[in-house]
């Protein structure tokens, strides 16, 4: 199961947080402090998962930005490698550049994919689907 | 208030969003359903999703499952009655839709995977059409086939296979194809194939397929790329306990990888060392895990590491000293974040000791020398756990080292008591060591200087210690006797009556004093002062009886349950404690003989959590264990001899090649510190006792009145009837001793005699398959045989009851049930026939112990002859002792004929059986309604043919034996009770076709099961 879904950049900002199990607003902020400083401080030729407390890290970074996902240990490490990896390409093809000015954007892609700590879809055409209604609604 | 009122605006908004047609809207209105939803409101949209699963486009349709799933999560028994949707679900003719389904099928199945292997072989067909490449192209991940959707299928195979071969069989073919076409190298399927791995490995195993996972397990721990490197290492350590040569085959990359500058790497690989950990390698693998330690910061990472060290310990220690040392290490390392645990098993198990006398002396010897010399070191730093434990091990045993002075163990206590990091909670600790040591000495000035020293104390807690150590002193004949050498195991007597204070009691009597009344009865004295104020009918007190009667079974005042009754029988033996050490927190001061002053085992000894960061300590105290295990290995000057040596200490003993061993022992591992079975028996009965209690609670009346009644064997009913009675309040009595056989009568069962053939098959038709629908084969036989159903004889014939339908039946003996329902059980009615042409002799019919289920009087019965051709007819009344829809009750019958029979049975029992229409005024039920707490509600679609209220009502009254209190306009109160005397309350209200329930009872799975019933009832009729 997915316990929360992060992206930072690499002055420890949070730029997008998800959480798919309650966690308290100030325990949060402590939380993604933490889990910034586990990633920032392993080198590229170490391993992208991280025991972290009772769950793991899965984290993967992109030019400045460090995308994690906190995971239970029934998850499947590697899928949620990929499913990062997915989530990126997904944001790739719906936004021609800088992604950072439609946040809301980006929470609507999340939330089509990952639902209560579960995959639920990884298809892009579908994910970006209803998307691009909502784009057709605006403009008309 | 405002943000809830605020929330609850949004969600009737979203309501409405969900009836629009707008493709969006309704489509976001789902998202939103499934990610934040309160439970309450499930009711009121579940239809409107419902019909969102007919919806022609696809992304509705897979939303509505989303959210449908969201809804199994935080409420299952409210979607229970839509299982076939979700089916439908399943077999959608678009792929993303039926993968939604799936997350609801893994939870299912993961609570409870018997109930879908029939299911296996659609996921095995679907699997097989995924990875063939059957789905549209727009699946593809990087051109695998939705690989998400194969993982998550992946998954429930493995649950459904598990442990069953049969149904292993069938996925055997799409595991091999699986395995076969992921090859591409890609991380996706490398994650895929790691899913084929732990599947293959779950379920009935086929040589075939394990050899190649093995291969494939090989593949990543050996790959240079460093996240399949980890999760190699992380398969392994899934695979290896099933298969250990595995580890044999790796071992050179297991030693790598311990090494690895990677410490996740390093973690991953001691977590799979311990898993094959055995007695020869323990000494190589507890190193590996203390180094790694002494790297760790992080507090979690600690914990559990030193957990596992303390268990490896205490399973497999080689000898004494090793044992001790790692003790130490742990101790030091852990500091006071260590599992409580830990020092108690430790402490409990220098105590107990082992079968072999001698052995356990030196251990202890040891344990105390090795305590001495750190204590030596003047400014060291321990954690308070490890002074707590050193103190109690000095105190109990330092008087067997003869060759240190206890002077001077004394003296060092002293200087311990003065030190500022030590708390108050340790200082108790080793004041009682102390005291101890005290007690066989002849006179110590060390003492002296301690009593003088903290007499004037600011610290109560010590000031009151000194003072007792000083009147011990005074008595030296007194405090030997109070503190008997290596007395911490024996057994202590608690007088749990208190019978020493019956005189002090009777005394006071005698002056005029109160007698004592428990709690509740002081309550129930105190609501029926304040009726006799109010001049108001009294019918209120039903939650706080209820709840209360659930404590006076605990009033034992050692804070012991010994499920003692209090009345006055002081005389009773008192109870044995069996194990002293587990009596933490609980403080004895009062034996037989009167004040005990407190064991110093004892004292203290709650474990708060202490935090106090103890990474610097560690360094000094992992040095000595490594000596002999290091100097081996420094003798070697080449890198690679080095790691050779230690794969061959590791993993000796491991599989069959175990030949490899360069300095294991010859010896089968064995358990060294085996824990006494006494301990299990003890924790055994505590978590009994635990239960009890707690389910004591939630069913107040059922279990108080239960033991009473098991003990009266005739189980006559009057008696039965002044004991309900006598634990539920007035309002209870009334209706159960003098109200409820009228208007049982009255209400629901005169009317449900007349069609009583008609509505108990319709009523028990799905839910007592097997007893009322046996198969028409079974029945034509024994209709041949037998000529003679039995059937009920006069007296029970008039009340309501169930057909005779055949259990089961071998030559000689036919067994026949049938059902009576009377007022204050359900009356199980068994006929034994006699099929042979001679009497069968001592026929013994037993009913098993059930979860669920009390029968009350004995659960046996015996025959001591069955005429021949003739038909013997036995009676046994059952409650419902914990709640459910459903429950089988088995049993079986033995007799001899030629040879011995045992004929198998078993009887499916209904909630419906247990209950009862419950009949009250309006009034009665508007207090009733107020006092209980548990409620939940529903809205249920009414049927076209019940469109009136008073339709509806009379269906429930009909085949939910509910009592219909009053109707007024479009609302109705119903009332009913779960034998022998758990009210539940239900309010009913009409609009728009929807039927509102609202249940209350002070039983809180009770509504839940009823609200089931009712669905079931108003979906058939």
Known sequence: MIKFFLMVNKQGQTRLSRYYEHVDINKRTILEAEVIKNCLSRSKDQCSFIEYKDFKLVYRQYAALFVVVGINETENEMAVYELIHNFVEVLDKYFSRVIMFNLDRVHIILDEMVLNGCIVETNRNRILAPLFVLDKVAES | ?1021
Request: hydrophobic share 40%.
């Open chain 2, 1 to 1021: 208030m405002q943000s809830s009122l605020h929330s609850k605006e949004i969600f009737w908004r979203k309501e409405l969003d969900l009836q629009s047609t707008n493709l969006v809207e309704v489509c976001m209105a789902l998202t939103i359903v499934s990610q934040i939803f309160p439970r309450e409101m499930i009711p009121a949209v579940l239809p409107l999703i419902e019909d969102k699963l007919q919806h022609s486009k696809e992304i509705i349709r897979r939303k509505a499952v989303q959210a449908l799933y969201k809804f199994y999560l935080i409420a299952p028994n409210q979607v229970q009655h839509i299982h076939d949707k979700f089916r439908k679900a399943l077999c959608d003719r678009d792929a993303g839709v039926m993968a939604a389904s799936l997350h609801i099928y893994l939870q299912m199945i993961k609570e409870n995977s018997s109930g879908y292997k029939d299911l296996t072989g659609s996921f095995v067909t679907i699997l097989k059409q995924v990875v063939g490449g059957k789905l549209p192209i727009d699946f593809n991940y990087h051109s695998v086939p939705a690989p998400w959707l194969q993982i998550q299928l992946l998954r429930i195979l493995g649950l459904l296979g598990k442990d069953d071969p049969r149904t292993s069989e069938l996925m055997y073919d799409v595991l091999d194809e699986s395995l076969r076409r992921a090859e591409i190298n890609h991380n996706i399927t490398y994650a895929i194939l790691f899913e084929c791995v732990q599947t293959v490995y779950t379920i009935h195993p086929k040589s075939e397929l394990l050899e190649k996972a093995a291969k494939c397990i090989g593949k990543f721990v050996l790959s240079p790329k460093i996240n399949l490197k980890y999760l190699g290492l992380k398969a392994l350590t899934y695979v290896i306990q099933q298969d250990p040569n595995l580890a044999l085959q790796h071992q050179m990359t297991i030693i790598e990888c311990l090494d690895h500058p990677d410490p996740i790497i390093k973690r991953e690989t001691l977590e799979l060392l311990y898993r094959i950990t055995n007695g020869h390698n323990v000494i190589v693998i507890v190193q590996k895990m203390l180094d790694y330690l002494k790297e760790s910061k992080e507090e979690y990472a600690i914990i559990n590491l030193v957990g596992k060290i303390a268990e490896l310990a205490e399973k497999y220690a080689p000898d004494n000293e090793w044992f001790i040392q790692t003790m130490n290490a742990v101790f030091s390392v852990g500091g006071d974040v260590v599992h409580p645990d830990i020092p108690n098993n430790f402490l409990r198990l220098l105590a107990e000791g082992f079968d072999d006398g001698k052995e356990d002396d030196q251990l202890r010897m040891y344990a105390v020398k090795s305590y001495l010399t750190l204590l030596e070191e003047e400014d060291a730093l321990y954690p308070q756990k490890f002074l707590q434990v050193m103190s109690w091990v000095l105190g109990e045993y330092s008087s067997l080292v003869t060759d240190v002075d206890p002077e001077v163990i004394l003296a060092k206590l002293h200087s311990l008591l003065k030190k500022t990091f030590v708390t108050s909670e340790t200082k108790v600790w080793i004041m009682a060591a102390v005291t101890k040591i005290a007690s066989h000495t002849s006179h110590s000035k060390t003492v002296d200087k301690l009593i003088q020293e903290f007499s004037n104390s600011l610290d109560t807690c010590m000031r009151q210690f000194a003072f007792e150590l000083k009147h011990l002193c005074e008595d030296k004949a007194l405090m030997k006797n109070l503190l008997p050498f290596d007395a911490s195991c024996t057994d202590m007597v608690v007088d749990a009556s208190l019978s020493f204070l019956d005189e002090f009691v009777s005394e006071g009597l005698g002056r005029g004093a109160a007698p004592y009344k428990p709690h509740h009865q002081r309550q129930e004295e105190k609501l029926s002062q304040e009726k006799a104020l109010n001049f108001e009918p009294y019918g209120l007190s039903f939650a706080a009886s209820v709840s209360s009667s659930g404590i006076t079974g605990r009033q034992s005042p050692t804070g012991l349950s010994f499920g003692s009754d209090m009345s006055g029988n002081s005389g009773e033996t008192g109870h044995k404690e069996t194990n002293t050490l587990k009596l933490e927190g609980v403080h004895k001061l009062w034996g037989k003989e009167g004040y005990l002053p407190k064991k110093e085992n004892k004292v203290g000894k709650e474990n708060e959590p202490q935090t106090v960061s103890c990474g610097s300590l560690l360094a000094r105290q992992v040095g000595d264990p490594s000596a002999s295990q290091s100097d081996q290995v420094a003798s070697l000057s080449e890198e690679d001899k080095e790691k050779q040596q230690l794969a061959s200490t590791l993993f000796t003993g491991l599989g069959s090649s175990a030949g490899v061993s360069l300095m294991g022992k010859a010896d089968t591992a064995t358990q060294k510190f085996k824990r006494k079975s006494k301990i299990n028996e003890t924790q055994n009965s505590e978590e009994a006792s635990d239960f009890q209690n707690s389910a004591a609670s939630d069913f107040g009346p059922l279990l108080d009145t239960v033991p009473i009644n098991l003990e009266d064997c005739e189980g006559n009913v009057h008696t039965r009837l002044r004991k309900v009675s006598l634990c539920s309040s007035d309002i209870v009595e009334d209706n159960l001793a003098f109200e409820t056989p009228q208007s049982l009568k009255k209400s629901g069962l005169d009317d449900r005699l007349s069609d009583s053939r008609l509505s108990q098959s319709s009523l028990f038709a799905d839910s007592n398959i097997e007893i009322f629908q046996p198969s028409p084969s079974a029945h034509c036989e024994s209709a041949s045989k037998i000529p003679l159903v039995p059937s009920l004889p006069e007296e029970l014939q008039q009340l309501t009851h169930s057909e005779v339908v055949e259990l089961c039946q071998s030559d000689a003996l036919a067994l026949y049930l049938c059902k009576v329902w009377t007022d204050d059980s359900l009356l199980l009615t068994v006929f034994l026939s006699n099929k042979t042409n001679s009497a069968l002799n001592a026929v013994n019919l037993m009913f098993e112990e059930a979860e669920h289920f009390q029968i009350l009087e004995s659960p046996t019965y015996q025959f001591p002859v069955i005429e021949a051709q003739s038909v013997e007819r036995c009676e046994k009344r059952v409650w419902m002792d914990k709640i459910c829809t459903q429950g089988i009750l088995s049993g079986s019958i033995h007799y001899q004929s030629e040879m011995d029979t045992r004929l198998e049975f078993s009887v499916t029992l209904s909630l419906l059986d247990f209950i009862r229409p419950m009949a009250m005024t309006t009034e009665d039920f508007g207090k009733l309604w107020l006092s209980l707490s548990n409620d939940v509600k529903q809205n249920i679609k009414m049927s076209p043919s019940q469109d009136s209220l008073s339709a509806a009502l009379n269906t429930l009254q009909q085949k939910l034996k509910l009592h219909i209190v009053d109707i007024i306009g479009n609302e109705g109160i119903l009332a009913c009770q779960l034998l022998p005397s758990v009210p539940c309350l239900l309010h009913c209200r009409t609009h728009s076709g929807m039927l509102a329930l609202w249940f209350r009872s002070p039983c809180s799975a009770l509504p839940d099961g009823l609200l089931y019933q009712c669905q079931k009832v108003m979906e058939e009729s």
